[in-house]
């Protein structure tokens, strides 16, 4: 059983988060998922990372092909966040219930 780590602000840059792929432990724990890993780890970071951002940022989706988890700082698109370096464990229960859901 494994949790989704969420490195920040590295996580919130084009190539954050594996860049954007499903997690190799996810094969194996949900082999018949065959939604949409970007929207599930987007919707992750909305509930888990995005209360915790620092004054200024606000998460957005981007559609991409690689990490659709981004920030803007005062509206503005920041591809090189540098706040402080934080961390956000999302419980592998969060997780499975977001894929079952999607």
Do not use: I
């Amino acid at each position: 059983m494994s949790n989704l780590v969420f490195f920040l602000p590295s996580g919130l840059t084009k190539f954050g988060n594996g860049d954007g792929d499903r997690p190799e432990w996810l094969f194996d724990e949900a082999p018949d998922f065959h939604g949409s890993w970007r929207r599930v780890l987007f919707s992750l970071c909305e509930e888990y990372v995005a209360p915790l951002l620092p004054e200024g940022y606000e998460l957005f989706e981007m559609q991409t092909a690689h990490n659709p988890c981004r920030v803007k700082y005062h509206g503005e698109y920041d591809d090189d966040p540098t706040f402080e370096p934080f961390t956000v464990v999302v419980p592998h229960d969060a997780v499975m219930e977001a894929v079952r859901h999607e």
